[in-house]
């Protein structure tokens, strides 16, 4: 079978006034069919591009991209649209229709598909189904917004950010229907700010910075390549005041560490054996007449592997 998602030396230039600004800059990607796929990157690193050229909705200014098979602008894009599923950050519908009356609308826009009831039940919506939106709590909404985007039976799914702004509870029942399809071998291209939901859900990632795929592989994957297994966090003060002043390298000299970097709120080192670096850091700091305001210490995440690639932190906001 064909891959679900093909790009080659994807490159796209917007052009400013009298300036070009390079959103990618030869990307290079493949997503096989029936795998959940996740698409990081901090602020103007190009996902969000990437994403709008893959739906169709921009040109690239080079390069060459196959969705399902086929290629946008070559004589089958109603097919193509088709084929594909779409779930947006925030999803505005008609709040004086009903779940279904809203689920019968969308089903009306696709020549073949499943009923909007089979999509109420993908989404554990059922006993909202005579409900006007207007009435359904955020994370419902939500929910609602992807059965919309499957009531089409898509071979591939767009989820953008589809948990920004919900409670825990509400993203965890949407984890569960993400989940739920990926069982059924639906793809899925995921594109979130939350770290642990993309190590949850996903079964690759590719993180994106500058307009390039700098990372690839199972979240396992990256975090294994980090090198050290756990981290060890904390904040330094002397004589009562709080220091941050020292270079992160300040610190390669604890036993067993991997890496090190700076945060807003102190150091983060990544270290093979806790129980060995912690002493050797104790040591060091009291050579040096420094002490811990605060020290923690937990299992390396995918989070971690951004901050160490990118040198940044994922916020919650859009691409530029």
Same mark, same amino acid.
């Given at each position: ?5 093909? +790009? @080659? ?5 917007? @052009? ?21 796929? &996740? ?16 739906? &169709? ?35 505005? $519908? /008609? ?9 019968? $609308? ?16 993908? *989404? ?7 409900? $006007? ?14 059965? +919309?985007?499957?009531?089409?039976? #898509? ?12 409670? #825990?509870? !509400? ?11 990926? !069982? ?14 993309? @190590? ?16 690839? &592989?199972? =979240? ?17 003060? /002397? ?6 002043? $020292? #270079? ?8 067993? *560490?991997?890496? !090190?970097?700076?945060? #807003?709120? &102190? ?11 912690? =002493?050797?850091?104790? /040591? ?5 007449? %420094? @002490? %811990? ?28």
């Amino acid at each position: 079978m064909t891959s679900a998602i093909v +790009c @080659e030396n994807l490159v796209k230039t917007y @052009e400013d006034g009298k300036r070009s600004v390079e959103a990618l800059r030869g990307l290079e990607l493949e997503v096989p069919r029936g795998e959940c796929f &996740g698409l990081l990157g901090p602020n103007g690193a190009g996902k969000t591009t990437t994403v709008e050229i893959l739906q &169709g909705l921009i040109e690239p200014t080079s390069g060459e991209v196959q969705v399902l098979g086929l290629r946008w602008g070559a004589g089958n894009d109603s097919e193509l649209r088709e084929k594909l599923g779409s779930t947006l950050q925030e999803t505005r $519908l /008609q709040d004086k229709l009903t779940v279904i009356e809203t689920l019968q $609308l969308f089903r009306s826009f696709y020549r073949i598909g499943i009923t909007p009831q089979q999509a109420l039940h993908l *989404v554990d919506l059922e006993e909202k189904s005579s409900a $006007l939106v207007r009435t359904l709590s955020g994370g419902q909404k939500q929910r609602l917004a992807v059965a +919309c985007g499957l009531v089409g039976k #898509p071979e591939l799914l767009f989820l953008d950010e589809p948990t920004t702004g919900l409670d #825990p509870t !509400a993203r965890r029942r949407l984890w569960d229907v993400v989940t739920a399809l990926k !069982a059924t071998g639906t793809t899925i291209l995921l594109t979130t700010h939350y770290m642990d939901e993309a @190590e949850k859900l996903s079964d690759r990632v590719a993180i994106v910075d500058q307009g390039k795929i700098i990372a690839l &592989g199972t =979240p396992r994957q990256l975090i294994h390549q980090l090198g050290g297994e756990h981290v060890v966090e904390f904040s330094l003060q /002397q004589n009562g005041q709080r220091r941050d002043d $020292l #270079p992160p390298d300040h610190f390669t000299r604890v036993a067993t *560490v991997h890496s !090190a970097t700076r945060e #807003p709120d &102190g150091y983060l080192l990544t270290v093979a054996e806790p129980h060995l670096a912690i =002493p050797s850091l104790l /040591q060091q700091l009291a050579a040096e007449q %420094l @002490e %811990l305001a605060s020290l923690t210490t937990r299992h390396v995440n995918l989070e971690d592997v951004f901050i160490t690639l990118t040198g940044k932190r994922l916020t919650e906001e859009e691409d530029n």
